[in-house]
């Protein structure tokens, strides 16, 4: 029982119009083409960039629970067309200005047989590429599940692929494979891959609410479908007077770097509903977390709890020296004795344990101009946090606390849900109840001057941009790996990330891991990085809020490493991809938003790189102390993790620089204006 909707695309430029030439819609810059075929069989589109054919006829659509299809009235379809050139300011970011640039195209069709509903599918083409969706009018009240959506990528040739699976237990928390797509089954997206003619396309969705999270999934050979987040309740979506989908996104670039260099996932999402966000604030922090990683202290109470009041001071004095804005303490509420993996309904939100003075602790850090973080672990007990929600957001409001590491360490599709019979459901971290969970989550947060730093979290679409208090999210397989082994992210891990993972949104990492070899507390395992590779972090893998993520010790030892850390901004005016190959490197350059200062970052994959750097972005019209953190001549992930060197020397924008990265390693730098 499928839908009898599908869509055909069809790419004008260069190419001879077809009969549904009417259903074209070509980038700006004219490289980029979808067309549209609607027939009473169905609909389906097609994609070419240049004159190249990028995804073949794939049908468009839906089948619904009730078991009827949706067929098409094909003498009442409509279209309408949209050019939009407009530039708009985001209130924290990698960049403070994005352009959007699109031409649109809706097509709109009525259902044969079914005089009040209509499927409008919209078309956005940007010259980096393309977003569709679904817009389906239906009167009030009228109840609608979808069973399956119908919608196909079929790409016209096999390609080199970066995924993570989905559908797994461990969330998105995976290294991701390297393999033909023609090998891949079931993907999570974003899902990253590169054609022999060179040509990468990313493929994701935009702006999920209120819907299942996008599952890639294999039909045959180079054929794919969006496999919707399965939910307890039936079906896939449960949806009353209409709905929107998410865009499906297809980001198609020449280079590798096109991709970073893309706000196509932002466009797509709708302005801020917020208001004044001026109480978001970016920043960096230090925690009491890695210890527990390291097994120096528990998060449940006893001997080693690591949430005491003097282990919190202690971490807000090195705080306030340094100048990180927040102290994240985890543990600090009871539930966690026993097994916390297994205590979803059982943590208070509100209560501290006994030996953590929550009120002393956020007077004191306040009164040295920083902040406690707050924690929420809910273990997957989503209706437990629910539950106390309001109370526990007002309780942190009140302790003058701005943002809030949440957490839903649960295996998919074992998040418990309560209904309000007592009866109880699992659920995915993506499905279409868990898309709700996290905006009902963020409008309160709003209400409280909080934002949310989400683990264990739904993958982002970049909602930040409708709920800028969605300051950062984890959604990937972190530095904590490499304390647990088993193993732990292999070098080429993190240079993978920014072509995959990042392209969807901020990502708290937890970089800054200074003790790579924690020789003490976990020998046999260990960070696979250089020490510059983990000062390059800071500036690869964007995030408004970037921890520090050793332990204080380990920087009263590093003093050199630190500074970095103590100077790099989380917020930029303007972010640069200048070079990067998947899984081999990637380099950054990002503007400072608040100075003239600019900031560079580059690590690599498991090989040595030696990259000409051109400075060329700079101001023409300053000199620059170049302050460099950079791999010694001989450093090696393996066998010379702490091969550092701190270097500076006076360059302008005519100028370049050499860089030579380490297997496993990195550089970071910071320029900043001098005076004649
Ligand atoms: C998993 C998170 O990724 C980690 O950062 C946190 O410490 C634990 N859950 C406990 O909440
Ligand atoms: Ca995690």
């Known amino acids: 029982m499928r839908a009898i909707v599908s869509f055909v695309f069809v790419f004008v430029l260069g190419w001879s119009p077809t009969s549904a030439d009417d259903f074209s819609v070509a980038s700006p810059d004219g490289l980029l083409r979808a067309e549209v075929n609607v027939s009473s069989s169905g609909l ?26 949706f067929e098409a009235d094909t003498n009442r ?13 985001q209130p924290w970011g990698e960049a403070r200005f994005i352009h959007d640039i699109h031409n649109e195209l809706a097509v709109s069709i009525p259902r044969n047989g079914v005089a009040d509903e209509t499927m409008t599918v919209r078309f956005r083409v940007f010259d980096d590429g393309l977003g569709f969706r679904y817009e389906y009018q239906a009167p009030a009240g009228r109840s609608l599940v979808i069973a399956d959506e119908l919608t196909e990528f079929n790409f016209a040739e096999d390609a080199d ?15 991701y494979e390297k ?52 939910n307890p309740l039936g079906g896939k979506v449960h949806t009353t007077g209409g709905f929107k989908t998410p865009w499906r996104t297809l980001q198609v670039t020449e280079a590798a770097t096109g991709l970073l260099n893309s706000h196509l996932i932002l466009n797509l999402n709708e302005p801020s509903r917020l208001g004044d966000v001026s109480w978001i604030k970016p920043g960096k922090y230090v925690g009491i977390w890695w210890g527990m990683h390291l097994n120096i202290n528990t998060w449940g109470s006893g001997e080693r709890h690591g949430a005491t009041t003097a282990n919190t001071k202690h971490h807000i004095d090195f705080a ?18 026993g097994n916390w993996f297994d205590n979803g309904d059982v943590f208070s939100f509100t209560k501290p344990y006994p030996d953590f003075d929550i009120k002393a602790l956020s007077d004191y850090a306040l009164e040295k101009g920083v902040r406690l973080i707050g924690h929420h672990e809910t273990s997957g007990g989503v209706t437990n946090y629910e539950n106390q929600m309001a109370e526990a957001y007002k309780l942190y409001e009140d302790l003058g606390v701005r943002q809030i590491k949440t957490g839903y360490v649960a295996n998919g599709g074992n998040i418990v849900r309560k209904k309000p019979d007592g009866t109880v459901v699992n659920e995915w971290h993506d499905g279409q109840w868990m898309s709700n969970h996290n905006i009902r989550l963020l409008e309160l947060a709003a209400k409280h001057k909080l934002s949310i730093n989400s683990h264990e979290p739904i993958k982002d679409t970049g909602l930040r941009r409708t709920y800028p208090n969605w300051i950062s999210r984890e959604g990937a397989r972190g530095q904590e790996y490499n304390a647990w082994g088993s193993p732990g992210n292999p070098p080429s891990h993190t240079a993978i990330l ?19 070899l924690f020789e003490e507390e976990k020998p046999d395992n260990r960070v696979e990085t250089t020490l510059a590779k983990q000062l390059a972090l800071y500036v690869v893998l964007f995030s408004p809020i970037q921890m520090a993520a050793d332990l204080p010790a380990n920087y009263e030892a590093r003093p050199d490493a630190l500074q970095f850390i103590k100077d790099v901004v989380t917020d930029f005016e303007q972010s640069i991809a200048l070079a990067g190959e998947i899984g081999e490197y990637a380099i950054y350059a990002r503007k400072d938003r608040n100075s003239d200062d600019w900031f ?16 060329d972005f700079l101001d023409p019209d300053k000199r620059y102390l170049l302050q460099l953190y950079r791999d010694s001549d001989d450093a090696h992930w393996r066998s010379n ?12 924008a005519t100028e370049t620089i050499s860089v030579r990265m380490a297997p496993g390693g990195g550089f970071a730098a910071r320029l900043v204006p001098v005076s004649d």
């Open 498 to 516: 920014p072509f995959t993972r990042m392209l969807s949104g901020p990502l708290d990492f937890t970089p800054g891991i200074f003790d790579l």
């Open 161 to 175: 692929t970066w995924w993570i699976p989905a559908g797994e237990w461990n969330r998105y928390e995976y290294l």
């Open 77 to 89: 379809i409509s279209s309408s067309r949209r050019a939009v050139d407009e530039t708009w300011e």
């Open 641 to 652: 993790p702490y091969g550092f060197v701190v270097e500076e020397k006076q360059v302008n």
């Open 44 to 69: 389906s589109y097609r994609v070419f960039r240049d004159e190249t054919l990028i995804i073949r006829s794939s049908e468009l659509g839906f089948t619904f629970l009730d078991g009827t299809n």
């Open 179 to 230: 393999t033909p797509l023609s090998k891949v089954k079931l993907a999570h997206t974003p899902i990253t891959m590169r054609r022999s003619d060179g040509i990468h396309i990313s493929v994701h969705e935009a702006a999920l609410v209120d819907y299942a999270g996008m599952w890639f999934k294999q039909t045959a050979g180079t054929n794919f479908t969006a496999e919707l987040a399965p």
């Open 320 to 337: 306030a020296k340094h100048g990180f804005d927040g102290v994240l303490v985890e543990g600090w509420n009871v539930g966690w004795d």
């Open 600 to 615: 560079m970052g580059g690590l690599t994959g498991d090989n040595e790189q030696s990259k000409e750097l051109k400075l």
